[in-house]
């Protein structure tokens, strides 16, 4: 994607250029087909323009509207919807880029944009009446979006590289937020590596008006929605692939080949067999890329280091004769090679690091091949394949065997696994979690709890 940065001086002063220029300078790696930037006294934004649909080759921002300036880096899922609403016609939608429309849902929306804009973005808005800066985040927060506040100023960009780049800023590192990385806690989607540096989080805005004031919401959530009721569960199977099939036709819009990776499991795999016919309607192709395991010398089974070649290669077969399957086996990387690349792009560690040096070793052969846009199963297993946990323990509680008897029939390919994963562990978890608690009292308050009480809690 694109990328944008800003600086907003609620001091009043003007934004120097060679701040801005740093800024540029520093995430230029963000816009290899051009890009453009506008101060206008107390504000300076810039696009870095990365060409993905045929719409940006008409990609011109920032965008000048009625209310003032907006930037975005954004990919439309709903862009249909959008050139419908504002009845531009079939003619001028080829030559009406995403960036435009992000434009025009801000003059006509203003900070209320958010709930009408479906896709991966971030913006930056600036309300030149009401001295106004907006800065929003899609609901899945796919596009990036940094903030920084220093003194009399608020900057923001999609790469921290940016603002890092400031002169006079403090480079801090969060050492606090970097354990919980490393040990795989990072409920905090806020905080970064360093102290003073934030991320907007997804689903939200920022407000930032003179003096510094700023008001930050959410504007979705999925709490409190309509609940969708079928009748039959072949009505909710179809529902589910309409929308599946929407959302894959959306990501397929680009000027060169699509890819994609493939796993031997359902997220990546029914991705892949929804995008084959969509692309082989059109006469197109689809590679598709398996990671590889280097199988150890001591001739231990495929099984032990997760080879799912086979798995994949089945389903790549399913999907269509167009689907061009390539294996990578990442033979050339090392663990720590991705972890630099890691840090290279984001200033800041990330969970599972021991991971991203195959999908490195992809996405090079992704680039390799010209790929247009690269499709993945991000999110799967909490989505597509989720089978639950505690389904069929939860259905027999609320005396629907019928349900409870489906989810263990069809919840893992394992009888165990489905005993252990429906009814035994989130039926036991509870209690091993007060057991676990008791057992990290200190001894000396434990003293003075009652010997038939204490020995009624131990296990």
Request: aromatic residues 8%; neutral net charge.
């Amino acid at each position: 994607m694109s990328g944008i940065y800003g600086i907003y001086r609620y001091d009043g002063a003007p934004v120097a250029a060679d701040w801005l220029e740093r800024m540029r300078s520093a995430m230029a790696f963000y816009g290899p087909d051009g890009g453009g930037s506008k101060a206008d006294g107390p504000l300076g934004i810039g696009h870095l323009l990365h060409k993905i649909g045929p719409e940006d080759e008409y990609e011109q921002q920032p965008v000048e509207g009625s209310r003032g300036p907006v930037v975005s880096a954004a990919r439309l899922d709903n862009r249909e919807e959008l050139l419908a609403f504002f009845q531009i016609s079939p003619g001028e939608a080829a030559s009406t880029s995403d960036g435009r429309l992000v434009g025009m849902a801000f003059d006509r929306w203003g900070e209320e944009l958010g709930v009408h804009l479906q896709g991966d973005w971030a913006l930056a808005g600036w309300d030149r009446r009401e001295r106004k800066l907006l800065l929003a985040r899609d609901v899945f927060g796919t596009g990036n979006l940094y903030i920084h506040q220093g003194k009399g100023f608020i900057a923001f960009a999609s790469s921290l590289k940016a603002l890092l780049a400031i002169p006079g800023v403090t480079k801090q590192p969060d050492l606090l937020r970097i354990a919980q990385v490393l040990a795989g806690w990072q409920h905090d989607a806020e905080l970064t590596a360093y102290e003073g540096f934030r991320r907007l989080v997804w689903a939200h805005s920022l407000s930032v008006g003179p003096e510094g004031q700023n008001k930050c919401w959410r504007y979705w959530s999925p709490e409190g929605r309509e609940l969708v009721n079928y009748r039959r569960d072949e009505d909710y199977e179809e529902a589910f692939l309409e929308h599946y099939t929407r959302a894959v036709q959306v990501c397929l819009r680009t000027t060169g080949p699509v890819a994609a990776t493939l796993s031997g499991g359902r997220d990546s795999g029914s991705v892949t067999a929804i995008a084959a016919p969509l692309l082989a309607s059109h006469g197109r192709e689809l590679t598709a890329y398996t990671s590889m395991p280097c199988l150890p010398p001591d001739g231990a089974p495929k099984t032990r280091v997760g080879h799912e070649w086979d798995l994949a290669h089945a389903t790549a077969l399913m999907a269509g004769a167009n689907v061009r399957h390539i294996a990578i086996d990442a033979a050339e990387y090392g663990v720590l090679q991705g972890i630099e690349h890691l840090l290279a792009i984001h200033d800041g560690p990330s969970h599972p690091g021991d991971h991203f040096y195959w999908i490195k070793a992809i996405v090079d052969a992704a680039v390799c091949d010209r790929a247009g846009v690269l499709l993945t199963g991000q999110m799967g297993n909490a989505t597509v394949s989720w089978t639950g946990s505690g389904s069929a323990l939860l259905a027999l509680l609320g005396r629907r065997p019928r349900v409870a008897w489906q989810l263990l029939l069809h919840a893992e390919p394992n009888l165990w696994f489905t005993l252990k994963r429906q009814i035994l562990k989130p039926a036991l978890t509870p209690a091993l979690r007060s057991v676990r608690r008791f057992n990290r009292i200190p001894r000396s308050l434990g003293r003075h709890i009652p010997p038939s009480i204490r020995g009624w809690l131990r296990p």
